[in-house]
């Protein structure tokens, strides 16, 4: 794993607004006194929602400050865990998997089409709208080639197909996401092959 920095360019300042930070205590209140740190992860999610899809210095530093915690120690969590984003993202962010059953089934043609389309990985597109990261395996492997686009995943993907979401989403539609064959959710592809005789 490579060594995960913040960004050179941060904002000055940080607040959750006053719902997140209801929320935040509500997260805080789940836990037996004293073990209130144990929060962590999910204050940092919502900060990081908070700043549209990316964890500022400012933002890590008030989760500290919430929990009562050392900053380096919440700064830990975030370099650690892939899941939060260091730098700015774009509004649709796409985490492309480069696992090896992905690569298997074709992966390399999908890290072409985010080239030629979004750009370099870690780079947002200029019109804010387009980013992508290579992430380790995202756990739709019976599904693969796959990505996961902010909260959607989008599987069994070809070159052709994720050219097509990323176009809509760049054009302001909302592709279906799931499977993009005939298939439903991790069933066999082409329909039961197992347990199809009627009882």
């Known amino acids: ?60 530093e008030a989760v500290a400050d919430l929990l009562g915690m050392a900053k380096i120690r ?12 260091l730098a700015p993202v774009g509004k649709y962010h796409v985490q492309f998997c480069g696992t090896t059953p ?22 947002v597109t200029g019109d804010g709208k387009l980013s992508w990261v290579e992430v380790e395996c995202l756990g739709a492997c019976v599904n693969a080639p796959m990505v996961q686009i902010n909260a959607d995943y989008y599987e069994d993907l070809t070159p052709e197909t994720l050219t097509q ?21 991790s069933a066999p592809a082409g329909g039961l092959t197992t347990l199809a005789e009627k009882a």
């Not at 607040?15 to 930070?21: P, R, S």
């Not at 830990?76 to 865990?81: G, H, K, M």
């Not at 030629?116 to 870690?122: A, D, K, Q, S, V």
């Open 74 to 85: 919440v700064l830990e969590v975030a370099t650690f865990y892939t899941m939060f984003n």
């Open 102 to 123: 992905c690569l298997l089934r074709g992966a390399d043609g999908l890290k072409k089409v985010l080239h030629r389309l979004i750009g370099e990985e870690n780079e």
């Open 1 to 60: 794993m490579s060594v995960r920095r913040l960004a050179e360019k941060q904002p000055d300042s940080f607040a959750f607004t006053a719902e997140n930070l209801a929320w935040a205590k509500r997260q805080m209140e789940k836990y037996p006194p004293g073990r209130q740190q144990s929060a962590v992860i999910s204050l940092l999610w919502r900060a990081q929602d908070q700043c549209g899809g990316w964890l500022p210095q400012k933002a890590i």
């Open 165 to 185: 979401i990323i176009n809509d989403l760049s054009n302001g539609k909302t592709p279906k996401p799931g499977p993009q064959v005939d298939r439903l959710n």
